[in-house]
């Protein structure tokens, strides 16, 4: 066994074409002789994925054996996009997989192709936890995601006729071949029931007989670091009906409808809920959040005891972060397990719920909250919520302390919320238990502290602090613009910026070289070729890559303004309608793309997908423009897609209205990519000014400060000249579709209030869109500033918000296994 002891699986071209080519034969079971790029590709998957796992049993044992404090990072979503060029590259064999297959008669970029997204989120929290996972594993953290296993990851975005319709993403349908099925580490999930009480040794004891229970199987994904022989897991739960439980049903003689009931277990883990800002009121949304909140802390606590004879040390090892307020029903299950399983005295109890868990917020309006009805909950979860009762009500003792008898503050501070329905405020449970509450930037951080949050900061300013959000240099810039990577790592004279990106700093120093302006334009335009071929294979569209590519790619939504971004490209389409032919000569051309999905039942962001392609319809036929100006849309935005426009853009936009975007990461990987920024002062947006140089960056538009007060006195405003002429050219239907977009234009311009505020911001937006175009044209200038976006971006890697995290709220250190 000796000879086994280092590393198992050779990482040899030889030894990874046998391996390939076994999987072909045993785990795909077509011929070795004649197999099509799917078959390749799964089998290659399952090639790295045994190179994965045996670091990930190897990492297991050894965080094991040291017994180090671990986090837990709980998440409803996760974003992963593909796995295998990202798996191959952090495990540092890609160039010889690709030889590999290349003696196969397969190229390694086709098969990536292959794979599906694993689309677990919405949006801007799911994939901040994914690179989370990257920077824990690279970090060398003991650290684990847990999460759900959507059988239905977020929809497919379908076009037809400029609409946007819905389609399942049956991402399962072949296989995950990442994932591994833990069939032995299962959990019971109780749910509805009642709750009887009864003394046992003159202490008065709850007992909870569930109505229903569901049973949660593991599935563990190995999510590799970059250059360590660290594997960390990603474990995912799936539903499935409970085995021995409910007996009794199938002796009343309906043995097909007791089955079919128990079937419907599944459902739990079948969707992922395609809204990223409101839930309110979902059974099963709640029954999600519980099933896998209760899977983990069974799970957690099951790993804890293996070491542990009591739970003096359980604040010492393990540390649990929830990602946002989704699994916050996670502080009542605790308690209930400390309390009613463990046989802990509800002082000790909160002791240890109180030292072990932190939250981040991701948001800033009110309605992200969740809130569940006490009905709901009482049938549900009928335990935790005389567990949330006790909670509350010690809570409200302590605060009457320090606000005294002032009962509006103490009424907005109850977890309970009093009402016409009462409800449970899953912020506030959250809030109390956590030791501490993060805001994702330092505007976030100061904006709630005085909105959203102002009560709980006023009793416990001391729990509040802010970490702003990063994002993994490695998916985002080394491996997903490998082209730019080189040039960045010959110019440094290092790759050590993959691990450490504070070192693109360097790049400064040569930001005028033209040796590097040629290298760095070299680099992008090949990005731009790539983007251009996908825009003419999906949309017949021939875009030229001389012209500005300009991006505004994220989910739909009023506050993020697209909107804002049509009116300025209606208005510039119009400028040039009206130009005579010489001045057309210096219009510099735009190729204005957008993506993004609009979630499925939020009508405005649904007319936003038309009304982009009922612009481009209009402008990208009409030979007076040409190439002066075309607009796209790139259908069923995802990480993949991301990882195709992102490289490839001159310019992103990032202009929501003050006070509203939490952070926005999207902007940081443009940046990093040496796309220029077009944004407003919001969110991140202001730390990568500070950090990049306002001079390197276009910002316009009112200050967070001023948004209030603007909004009250919309009834004075007059909106410009220029703003009611786009509005008045949707209106008269010179887009089509006459009447479909009045909804639009009524939210900006009607009695209703423009509170999102274009109409005020429309004239510094056309005057920093001019900026924009006068930078462009002086390519020197542009190259530079590009090339100092990237040397400005070290601050945003996820890598520094993870160390911030493990060393200022979860106290945990790397624990890296040798090599
Ligand atoms: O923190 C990650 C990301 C921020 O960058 C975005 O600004 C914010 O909108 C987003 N929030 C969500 C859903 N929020 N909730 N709840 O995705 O988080």
């Not at 064999?93 to 192709?113: P, R, S, T």
Request: contains cysteine; aromatic residues 12%; negative net charge.
């Amino acid at each position: 066994l000796f000879g086994l002891m280092d590393q198992y699986l050779k990482n040899d071209v030889f030894s990874i074409q046998k391996s390939i080519v076994d999987h072909v034969e045993y785990t795909v079971a077509r011929s070795r002789f004649r197999f099509d790029d799917f078959e390749a590709y799964q089998a290659t998957a399952h090639s790295a994925r045994d190179r994965l796992l045996e670091s990930w049993n190897d990492t297991q044992q050894f965080f094991k054996d040291r017994n180090p404090k671990r986090v837990y990072y709980f998440s409803m979503e996760f974003l992963m996009g593909r796995s295998l060029l990202n798996s191959l590259s952090n495990l540092g064999i890609k160039d010889q997989y690709a030889q590999a297959l290349k003696q196969l008669g397969f190229d390694l970029e086709v098969l990536a192709e292959q794979e599906i997204d694993a689309a677990l989120g919405n949006g801007g929290l799911g994939r901040l936890a994914a690179c989370f996972l990257d920077s824990f594993a690279t970090l060398d953290l003991p650290a684990w995601g847990y999460g759900l296993r959507y059988q239905y990851g977020l929809f497919r975005q379908n076009i037809k006729d400029g609409f946007q319709l819905e389609q399942p993403d049956f991402w399962l349908n072949f296989g995950n071949p990442w994932e591994v099925e833990r069939v032995h580490v299962s959990y019971s999930v109780k749910f509805y029931g009642r709750v009887d009480e009864e003394m046992r040794n003159g202490r008065s004891v709850h007992k909870w007989i569930p109505g229903e229970m569901v049973e949660a199987v593991a599935y563990d994904n190995p999510i590799p670091g970059y250059h360590t022989s660290n594997t960390i897991n990603l474990r995912l739960w799936a539903a499935k009906p409970s085995g021995g439980f409910d007996m009794e049903a199938f002796n009343t003689g309906d043995y097909v409808n007791a089955i079919l009931n128990k079937q419907k277990a599944e459902a739990i883990s079948s969707i992922l809920y395609p809204d990223d800002r409101s839930y309110q009121g979902k059974e099963l949304r709640l029954k999600q959040q519980y099933f896998f909140v209760s899977a983990s802390l069974q799970d957690i606590v099951r790993r804890y005891k293996d070491s542990h004879s009591n739970f003096e040390e359980f604040s010492n090892k393990v540390a649990l972060h929830l990602n946002d307020t989704h699994p916050a029903i996670a502080v009542a299950e605790l308690m209930r397990m400390l309390i009613d399983e463990e046989w802990l005295e509800w002082k000790e109890a909160w002791n240890i719920v109180t030292r072990v868990f932190s939250l981040t917020n991701h948001t800033i309006i009110s309605e992200s909250f969740e809130k569940w009805p006490v009905e709901l909950m009482e049938s549900l979860l009928p335990r935790h919520l005389q567990i949330i009762y006790e909670i509350n009500r010690v809570f409200l003792e302590e605060a009457k302390k320090k606000v005294g008898s002032d009962f509006g503050r103490l009424a907005r501070l109850s977890i309970v919320e009093e009402g016409s329905v009462k409800t449970i405020r899953m912020g506030n449970l959250a809030i109390v238990a956590c030791h501490s509450i993060n805001a994702v930037s330092q505007m976030h951080a100061n904006y709630i502290k005085s909105t959203l949050l102002k009560d709980f900061c006023s009793i416990w300013p001391h729990k509040f602090q802010s970490k702003t959000n990063g994002v993994t240099q490695r998916r985002w810039l080394a491996f997903g613009n490998p082209a730019l990577g080189d040039v960045i790592t010959k110019w440094l004279g290092t790759e050590a910026w993959i691990k450490d990106l504070d070192i693109v700093a360097g790049l400064r120093q040569h930001a005028s070289n033209p040796q590097l302006h040629a290298e760095w334009n070299q680099a992008r335009y090949q990005n731009k070729m790539r983007l251009a071929q996908h825009i003419y294979n999906i949309s017949g569209i021939r875009v030229s890559v001389d012209a500005m590519f300009d991006a505004q790619v994220k989910r739909i939504h009023e506050y993020k303004r697209q909107f804002l971004n049509l009116l300025s490209i209606i208005h510039r389409y119009d400028c040039i309608k009206n130009m005579a032919a010489d001045e057309r000569k210096r219009v510099v051309p735009r190729v204005c793309i957008f993506g993004g999905k609009a979630p499925p039942g939020y009508e405005f962001a649904k007319k936003i997908v038309k009304l982009v392609h009922a612009i481009g319809e209009k402008v990208n036929n009409d030979p007076e423009v040409g190439d002066l100006l075309k607009v796209i849309f790139i259908p069923d935005y995802n990480v993949s897609v991301a990882e195709l426009i992102i490289p490839a853009c001159d310019l992103s936009q990032h202009i929501s209205t003050p006070g509203s975007e939490a952070s926005g990461t999207g902007n940081m990987k443009f940046a990093m990519n040496g796309c220029l920024i077009l944004g407003t002062l919001d969110g991140s947006n202001i730390e990568i000014r500070d950090e990049i140089g306002q001079e390197n960056m276009f910002t316009f538009g009112v200050v967070v400060d001023d948004v209030p007060r603007l909004r009250t006195e919309h009834r004075n405003f007059q909106p410009p000249r220029e703003f009611q002429r786009v509005l008045g050219m949707i209106r008269d239907g010179i887009f089509g579709f006459k009447d479909y977009f009045n909804a639009l234009c009524d939210a900006v311009d009607g009695e209703t209030g423009d509170y999102y505020l274009l109409g005020r911001d429309f004239l510094a937006y056309l005057e920093a869109q001019a900026s924009v175009d006068t930078a462009f044209v002086d390519k020197e200038k542009w190259t530079e500033m590009s090339i100092l976006s990237t040397a400005g971006s070290g601050k945003f890697s996820s890598d520094r918000a993870i160390r911030e995290y493990a060393e200022q709220i979860w106290r945990v250190e790397p624990c890296k296994r040798p090599v």
